[in-house]
């Protein structure tokens, strides 16, 4: 599993990497960025140590979900900055590739630089080891609609939750709280997510792209 930042494989594809845990898939979590620039605005104190604290959050998500004991891999790309290590971002991605059956990964015309970069590195990485990869998406739920013709329904794919998985998930969520919280009451410390936009993946199914 493939993110640009700590949080995103959870918003995209949290409840199915819980049925994948419970059903003893072995699971490898690549962190691209540590999620260091969320708030570049901020003067809170804790903007200062963002990487530490969603490595901590991340780990809380990864337990919620049962899936405490997949690899967690992180490549330090500087955030916001994915696209300037592409090439060699795709070589990493195509070495840790070599024991997977699938690959997922941001979308890669998710409208967020981070994430579509990503994206083309891990199909790239795909492509040269023959390992399939699936495109989650993260702000396409913000800025398209269902009938939305620039995205590629024709490839897409429902994946229904179970209750249980559904309750990981929404407890995963809760665990990013530097995201969906405001860091402080001053101007750059907002909610990266509030709940207008944390509402499209509280849902009971996923979608990916394949």
Do not use: N
């Amino acid at each position: 599993m493939v993110a640009a930042h700590p949080d995103d494989e959870v918003l995209g594809f949290g409840g199915t990497t819980a049925l994948l845990a419970a059903s003893g898939v072995r699971l490898r979590v690549v962190s691209i960025t540590a999620g260091e620039a969320s708030h570049p605005h901020s003067h809170t104190p804790v903007a200062r140590h963002l990487a530490a604290v969603r490595d901590r959050e991340l780990h809380q998500a990864l337990g919620r979900l049962g899936a405490a004991s997949a690899q967690r891999v992180a490549l330090a790309v500087p955030d916001g900055k994915v696209a300037r290590h592409e090439r060699e971002l795709a070589g990493h991605l195509t070495a840790l590739l070599r024991d997977c059956d699938l690959c997922v990964a941001p979308y890669r015309r998710d409208l967020h630089p981070d994430h579509e970069a990503a994206g083309r590195a891990a199909l790239a990485a795909g492509a040269a080891r023959g390992v399939p990869v699936w495109e989650y998406p993260i702000w396409t739920w913000h800025w398209a609609s269902p009938d939305d013709g620039r995205l590629p329904w024709h490839r897409a794919a429902r994946i229904a939750l179970t209750p249980a998985a559904h309750t990981r998930k929404r407890a995963a969520l809760e665990s990013f709280h530097s995201q969906i919280e405001p860091l402080g009451s001053g101007p750059g410390d907002e909610a990266i997510l509030p709940p207008a936009e944390l509402a499209h993946f509280r849902r009971d199914f996923e979608v990916i792209w394949r």
